[in-house]
């Protein structure tokens, strides 16, 4: 039954896509009850309004690419937010391409598949078409599925994840030779 309905959740239509890009997403039935007021999600990482964030603390333009390495002992919650605090510094700085080596971040377990799926809604909200976001995280963080990185392509955001910071970069660099935009989930886009 959780398969299913993680399975409306990830096949939602976004209405943020094409020339209506920015305005939204289309949450199903099932998420608004998941994340009403009166009933919180378990594991929830977004909330519907959303508030600047600020530079973080590390964060480098390398080549023309952003670059940001948290670290840190944190909740998922914390690493989720980092993230998307990495991804609005990229837009910020005009940056198309981002790597994000979250290998640092220590203190939680590896998330389930509705955590990932917030989070990558997250991610793209912030994203708003305009990063293309490498993740490198550590092997057991990584879902075989690469849910996250295809419920990011669905709403409009180039991601994936990977288990070293080379292959990452060598997706970046192969995106920008071609500037192709492959679909989430495959390392070798050629």
Same mark, same amino acid.
């Given at each position: 039954?959780?398969?299913?309905?993680?399975?409306?959740?990830?096949?939602?239509?976004?209405?943020?896509?094409?020339?209506?890009?920015?305005?939204?997403?289309?949450?199903?039935?099932?998420?608004?009850?998941?994340?009403?007021?009166?009933?919180?999600?378990?594991?929830?990482?977004?909330?519907?309004?959303?508030?600047?964030?600020? @530079?973080?603390? $590390?964060? %480098? =333009?390398?080549?023309? /690419? &952003?670059?940001?390495?948290?670290?840190?002992?944190?909740?998922? *919650?914390?690493?989720?937010?980092?993230?998307?605090?990495?991804?609005?510094?990229?837009?910020?700085?005009?940056?198309?391409?981002?790597?994000?080596?979250?290998?640092?971040?220590?203190?939680?377990?590896?998330?389930?598949?509705?955590?990932?799926?917030?989070?990558?809604?997250?991610?793209?909200?912030?994203?708003?078409?305009?990063?293309?976001?490498?993740?490198?995280?550590?092997?057991?963080?990584?879902?075989? @599925?690469?849910? $996250?990185? %295809? =419920?990011?392509?669905? /709403? &409009?955001?180039?991601?994936?994840?990977?288990?070293?910071?080379? *292959?990452?970069?060598?997706?970046?660099?192969?995106?920008?030779?071609?500037?192709?935009?492959?679909?989430?989930?495959?390392?070798?886009?050629?």
């Amino acid at each position: 039954m959780v398969a299913a309905r993680v399975a409306e959740l990830a096949d939602a239509p976004d209405l943020g896509s094409g020339a209506r890009k920015g305005i939204g997403v289309q949450l199903p039935s099932l998420a608004l009850e998941l994340l009403s007021p009166s009933r919180p999600a378990e594991g929830h990482v977004g909330h519907p309004l959303r508030f600047p964030v600020a @530079e973080p603390s $590390g964060f %480098v =333009v390398e080549g023309g /690419r &952003g670059v940001y390495r948290p670290t840190g002992f944190v909740s998922f *919650e914390k690493a989720v937010e980092l993230v998307r605090a990495g991804i609005a510094a990229a837009r910020g700085h005009k940056v198309r391409d981002l790597l994000v080596d979250t290998t640092a971040l220590v203190g939680f377990a590896s998330p389930n598949t509705f955590q990932r799926f917030l989070a990558a809604v997250d991610w793209a909200i912030e994203a708003r078409g305009g990063v293309r976001l490498a993740m490198v995280a550590r092997p057991e963080m990584i879902d075989p @599925e690469k849910i $996250g990185a %295809v =419920v990011a392509t669905n /709403r &409009g955001m180039v991601s994936d994840i990977f288990p070293t910071e080379e *292959e990452a970069r060598a997706w970046l660099d192969h995106l920008v030779r071609s500037d192709d935009t492959p679909p989430a989930g495959h390392a070798d886009p050629s």
